[in-house]
């Protein structure tokens, strides 16, 4: 899921992605699908030299910038072999170690990840580390932010333990949650696509009206969303609902676990009901009960949760791997102050059309039709450091979308503004799919026009704006709409 994370953001950055599959059908190629990833299956056995090879032929024919591995087969010897052929490679890994390390970048993102888990790690390959680079789907991230509410006992818990089960816990949990809720406490049972216990746990649904069985569900995030509390595996589900701060408790499935179980009970983020015997025990029970009992342990569980991951990881990863200086997010509620001072500053007021300065509450009215509008995407630049260094904003009418773009005063002079236009064009093109995209910049505004000119636009020709006169620029890519803009 990390990896389908990922390829959503690259492909909302205006990329594309190709994702490779060792033997046999996979579960999450329904999902692959639905996102219109092109999907390969390799016949080699994961890790050995005959996957390399034909993982590195697919990457160079399709012209790929970077190649991305996730799993437990690609040591060094791999990496070096995919290295060899002239690529640039990214590799997400959980466990650290000597090494040796040939990826470009080593993409580690749990709580405990850090250099010391990595002391034969070398130059040039470089180590992203901890949760500020998880990429979470983007089903996930309009539940940035979200303020939710802590009943005094739990009324609907989540149980999902992931794609298989193979062991049944599920069935387990269920008595423990059962018996550790309130009377009218809901279960919501989220049961894998490769779940072999689905039959029994149908029984069990059906005998209960409390329980809520769903099979391989499209809605998580939904469902997450509407949960008072949740019990999990320590996978990514983990950062999934710390970032929605939905309360809860982790069990440890397999030995890779643990150590995410532990760095978000360790970091106040999670109750850790350890492994299976543990979380079936009495004293499991017992914590079970004590996290849909408490409203307290509840709020201070989502808070830390909702500290540590803030969903931006994604934005933050496509910004390493395309070697830019700054990433766009979407203008929220929250940046209306920032903007407003903005578009007042002395300097964005003398080459606006109109030299007013613009009065709060305008600013505010303004602002929430803009977001309103469907025709309109404004986007937040951010710096390396997660600073806000500018803002872009496109109003489309009859197929033709209009650029307005601005720098903070304090990000001046650092060649921000043609790569805030590039950027801001691509997620344009993803978002709002304009026939055209032009702009309109004061004559003697010349930092201006250049930012524009190397950013991909055209002079096409001058018009007067309100007194002023304007040169209009016109982008000359392809743009959402199919037309030349």
């Known amino acids: 899921m990390r990896c389908v994370a990922l390829a959503q953001a690259w492909v909302d ?15 999450a190629e329904d999902t692959l699908s639905e996102e219109n990833l092109g999907i390969r299956h390799l016949e080699a056995d994961p890790g050995s030299p005959d996957d390399a090879g034909e993982t590195a032929r697919i990457a160079r024919g399709m012209g790929a910038e970077w ?36 990826a470009d970048i080593v993409l580690n ?41 802590f009943p005094a ?6 149980i999902t333990l992931g794609g298989a089960d193979p062991g049944n816990l599920t ?51 939904e469902l997450m969303a509407s949960a008072d509390a949740a019990i999990t595996g320590g996978g990514v589900t983990c950062f999934e609902l710390s970032l929605m701060g939905v309360p809860f408790a982790v ?6 676990q643990g150590p995410v179980a532990e760095s978000f009970a360790s970091g106040g983020a999670a109750v850790n009901l350890g492994g299976r015997e543990e979380a079936s025990s009495a004293e499991g029970r017992a914590r079970i009960r004590e996290l849909l009992s408490s409203a307290g342990l509840r709020r201070r569980l989502s808070e830390r949760g909702q500290a540590l991951v803030d969903g931006e990881g994604a934005g933050r990863l496509v910004m390493v791997l395309r070697g830019e200086p700054l990433r766009l997010r979407r203008a929220r509620e929250g940046d209306m102050k920032m903007l407003w001072e903005w578009a007042n500053d002395p300097g964005v007021r003398s080459q606006a059309f109109s030299r007013e300065q613009i009065p709060w509450e305008e600013h505010v009215a303004w602002f929430r039709k803009k977001h309103a509008d469907p025709g309109c995407a404004q986007y937040i630049a951010l710096d390396v450091k997660d600073h806000p260094v500018g803002q872009i904003r496109f109003d489309v009418t009859g ?25 801001g064009v691509r997620r344009a093109v993803m978002d709002l799919r304009p026939d055209r995209i032009f702009a309109r910049v004061k004559a003697g505004n010349a930092s201006s026009i250049r930012s524009f000119t190397k950013a991909g636009f055209a002079v096409d020709g001058g018009e007067e704006v309100r007194g002023s006169r304007a040169v209009r620029l016109k982008w000359k890519g392809k743009t959402g709409g199919g037309g030349q803009g």
Do not use: C, W
Request: overall charge neutral; proline content about 8%; glycine content about 12%.
């Open 153 to 158: 006992t739990a009324g609907r818990v989540l």
């Open 171 to 221: 069935s387990e949990l269920i008595a423990a949650a059962s018996k550790s809720g309130a009377e009218g406490t809901e279960l919501v049972v989220v049961a894998g696509a490769n779940n072999p216990h689905y039959p029994a746990l149908e029984a069990t649904a059906a005998s209960d009206r409390r329980i809520r069985l769903v099979r391989d569900t499209r809605r998580m995030a």
């Open 13 to 27: 950055d205006g990329g594309r992605a190709q994702v490779i599959l060792g033997p046999g059908r996979s579960p």
């Open 399 to 423: 197929g033709s979308a209009e650029v307005d773009v601005s720098i903070d005063r304090a990000a001046r002079n650092r060649g921000l503004g043609t790569a805030l236009i590039r950027a």
């Open 251 to 256: 069990v440890v499935l397999s030995e890779n």
């Open 67 to 102: 190649l991305v591995l996730d799993g437990y087969h690609f040591d060094g010897e791999y990496q070096h072999l995919v290295k060899e052929a002239g690529l640039s490679l990214l590799l997400f890994d959980d466990l650290g170690g000597e090494g040796p390390f040939h």
């Open 109 to 149: 993102p749990n709580l405990y990840a850090g250099p010391s888990l990595y002391p034969g790690m070398k130059p040039p390959a470089r180590l992203l580390a901890g949760p500020d680079y998880i990429p979470l789907r983007r089903e996930f991230l309009p539940f940035r932010g979200r303020q939710p509410a």
